[in-house]
């Protein structure tokens, strides 16, 4: 039984509290202690998405009405993507997508998790993971700090993000048991290299504009209506409404897909001039040299992602979200699959046939049905990056997509948005008409079936 389980959370950001959420769902008889690296719980980034695949989830976990206090309710303000063909003065609708997204500041969304968190579960800051032990034969698995200090748990759940020590112990370990086995010393270099993420081969800079400056400066600006993607060859600007509409987050990305899956030279993180912005942007249509303009206070970021882990899980250690698969940005899913991660696991770790010899049992199967999907995920990420980029066809258009916007405006306009629209569901269409729950029904006959073969084996 999973009553008085004790499960640790190493990571205290959007995909650690949604999982302490979903094990007081589903597991409610389990001992939770969440360890945060830093002084306090907080998040980095300005916006978040939430599609209806991720919205369902916040529905089963009871936070919808919690989120939709936090929604969008300025007039005329759609939920809708709209996507445009900027390479060009003036731009150009390239299409629509049929289906909304939630967008909320990353501050609100951290409020309402933090809201929802349990009071009892333990609350640890300032402990950052230099290492664990998983031994059986010692029973529970021993962590320790940097601090110097120790704690000790049944599970170890690892939300420390794209620079995960639980990732880095995990991989570490599992490589010196390759070469133990007198495994190929290719295949143990190969496991080490999962220890560190890598360049997506993009950068992007961000800031947040208000609603008032971008109405003063351009009073019918298409940003105002509803998220916007301005595209154009090898990158692209996005907007969409936070903080009930008062804001927007703004980005600008930079691809060099050449450069992709090297390592990045630099810090991951800097401040950005105006002038810097209109250097790497120049050429866009007026609508977004305005964003651009009004991106003051800007920080460059270079994206990195943890692609195609072999496993999230090493006996009774799981990774989850970014620590697992971090990802681009392109279908702002990152924190979504964080949390799907956890509901799934959430599940599993609630269930009767849970015990000390059958927790290895439960991660197998959370690894089984969300690794899989996960890379989808991610896989789909770049290449709705190399849609935007316009480096990938549309559809079955395939010409020369640098000067797609002459043709958009040609009588090959309608076939084009068609093309486009068609790719965007093809990238889209899980996020938009698929349900995560299933997932986890799968993940628990899974681990259902194992238990009992185990039980009667």
């Known amino acids: 039984m999973s009553k008085g389980l004790r499960i640790a959370i190493v990571g205290g ?17 389990v001992q939770v202690d969440i360890y945060e690296a830093t002084s306090n719980f907080s998040t ?3 916006g978040i998405g939430m599609w209806p695949r991720i919205w369902e989830v916040m529905e089963t976990l009871d936070l919808a009405d919690a989120f939709m206090r936090h929604q969008v309710v300025t007039p005329g303000i759609d939920t809708y993507f709209k996507y445009r063909l900027s390479n060009r003065s003036p731009g150009v609708s390239a299409g629509d997508t049929p289906v909304g997204v939630m967008t909320y500041h990353r501050a609100d ?55 995960s020590a639980v990732r880095r112990t995990m991989y570490t370990q599992l490589a010196e048991k390759a ?5 190929p010393e290719e295949e143990v270099q190969k496991l080490l290299r999962h220890i560190e993420p890598t360049w997506s081969g993009e950068a992007v800079y961000r800031s947040i504009i208000s609603r008032e400056d971008l109405e003063s400066k351009f009073a019918d600006h298409p940003s105002l209506t509803g998220p916007t993607v301005y595209m154009a060859e090898h990158s ?10 008062q804001a927007f987050s703004a980005g600008g990305f930079r691809g060099f897909l050449g450069k992709a899956r090297s390592t990045y030279e630099g810090p991951w993180v800097r401040d950005a001039t105006q002038d810097e912005l209109r250097a790497e942007f120049a050429g866009y249509e007026p609508a977004a040299q305005a964003i651009l303009d ?36 392109h ?3 990152g924190a979504g699959q964080g949390i799907e991660d956890g509901l799934v696991l959430a599940s599993l770790l609630g269930s009767e046939l849970i015990t000390p010899d059958t927790i290895a049992m439960a991660l197998q199967a959370y690894d089984q049905v969300r690794r899989p999907f996960a890379q989808m995920v991610l896989d789909h990420s770049r290449e709705m990056g190399e849609l935007c980029y316009l480096e990938r066809p549309w559809g079955n258009f395939r010409e020369d997509l640098a000067t797609i916007s002459d043709y958009a405006l040609s009588s090959q306009a309608h076939e084009i948005k068609q093309a486009f629209e068609t790719s965007l569901k093809d990238l889209f269409g899980w996020a ?11 993940a628990v006959e899974i681990f259902t079936d194992k238990a009992k073969q185990g039980l009667t084996g």
């Open 236 to 245: 692209l600007v996005i907007t969409y409404p936070i903080s009930q509409g």
């Open 109 to 163: 969304v951290l409020k309402v998790l933090l809201d929802n968190v349990p009071s009892h579960y333990g609350r640890h800051f300032s402990k950052r993971l230099e290492t664990y032990e998983d031994d059986p034969s010692l029973g529970a698995i021993d962590l320790r700090f940097t601090d110097g200090t120790s704690a000790t748990c049944d599970v170890l759940l690892g939300t420390d993000g794209i620079k």
């Open 432 to 442: 938009w008409y698929e349900s995560a729950l299933p997932q986890r029904q799968q």
């Open 179 to 183: 070469r133990c086995e007198a495994a």
């Open 44 to 46: 980095v980034g300005a």
């Open 13 to 29: 950001g959007i995909t650690g509290l949604a999982s302490a959420i979903a094990l007081s769902k589903e597991a409610p008889d």
């Open 331 to 333: 279908q702002g899913s």
């Open 294 to 329: 009004l991106m003051a206070n800007s920080s460059m970021w270079s994206i990195n992602i943890v692609d195609s882990l072999p496993t999230y899980v090493s006996g009774r250690v799981a990774l989850l979200g970014d620590a697992a698969h971090a990802m681009r940005p």
